[in-house]
């Protein structure tokens, strides 16, 4: 039978599939435009049941804050290259999946899943643009933050993103400054206390090793692990690392210039390059 172009035209833009995706599947559809939907749709799912145990390890990372300032979200959206990463409309299509995100605040990675999307779940959306693709594409991470002022930070390329929870508002260029402290310097953590206590375990063995091989007296070993312990806390978490714009001062100092009573709340910092 005849298939109209513009028939083609709006299963495309409906499915984001290929024109003789769409065109194929009106024929198979006999023209009924919603079988042809469900056409595309199968076709997508079994296509992504090929490429399940495929690696997906290149993709985007976003972070975007709501129009209040109170809530922050990101997500890594993966496909298997970096020609299809670098695409606009995979970009757009992960800017999509965050905005629900930012609009229902869901708990968790399959709370988000379960979203509507332009009338499908996000998740069985994300399975359709496996097939239409050809490369597997997968939602693997959602994080939020919730605070008082919620700055996001995404680093050029879309591989890297921050979150920072402030306890009050903070100046633009100030949150934005700690956003990309937290991108470039990797923290594990905002202070100290914040350092689990396994980790701070470990440090205090590697200190006393270390000053032990250096043939360091063992009544003195407790006392360097603790010093080289304080080096630790002040490298690795965030409000006592040196701001890198001025590295006479920490980021706790860098805050205080503009309100002593300012601090971070929450921290979120996801990379595809771990």
Do not use: W
């Not at 198979?28 to 919603?34: L, P, Q």
């Not at 890594?76 to 629900?100: H, M, P, Q, R, Y």
């Not at 609009?103 to 009338?119: I, R, V």
Request: contains cysteine.
């Amino acid at each position: 039978m005849s298939i109209k172009a513009a028939d083609v035209a709006k299963l495309r833009k409906a499915m984001g599939a290929g024109m003789m995706d769409c065109k194929n599947a009106l024929v198979e559809a006999d023209g009924d435009f919603d079988k042809a939907v469900v056409i595309i749709r199968e076709k997508g799912m079994a296509i992504a049941s090929k490429r399940a145990d495929r690696e997906a390890s290149e993709g985007v990372v976003l972070a975007k804050v709501s129009e209040n300032g109170k809530l922050g979200a990101m997500i890594s959206l993966n496909c298997e290259t970096d020609f299809v990463a670098k695409n606009d409309s995979f970009i757009a299509f992960a800017g999509k999946i965050l905005d629900v995100a930012i609009a229902n605040n869901p708990a968790d990675l399959e709370a988000l899943k379960a979203l509507d999307l332009e009338g499908r779940k996000i998740g069985d959306y994300v399975t359709e643009q496996t097939g239409i693709i050809g490369e597997k594409i997968d939602l693997s991470y959602f994080s939020k933050i919730e605070a008082e002022a919620a700055v996001a930070y995404i680093h050029a390329g879309n591989k890297l993103a921050t979150l920072i929870g402030f306890n009050m508002e903070v100046e633009k260029q100030m949150g934005r400054d700690v956003a990309m402290q937290a991108a470039a310097m990797a923290p594990i953590a905002i202070d100290k206390d914040g350092v689990a206590e396994d980790v701070v375990a470990q440090e205090l063995e590697i200190g006393k090793e270390k000053a032990r091989l250096e043939g360091k007296p063992e009544a003195m070993l407790d006392k360097i692990a603790q010093g080289r312990l304080g080096k630790f806390f002040k490298e690795s978490t965030l409000l006592n690392q040196d701001f890198v714009k001025d590295n006479k001062m920490s980021i706790k100092q860098y805050l205080a210039t503009a309100d002593k009573s300012l601090n971070v709340t929450a921290m979120q910092r996801f990379t595809l390059n771990a």
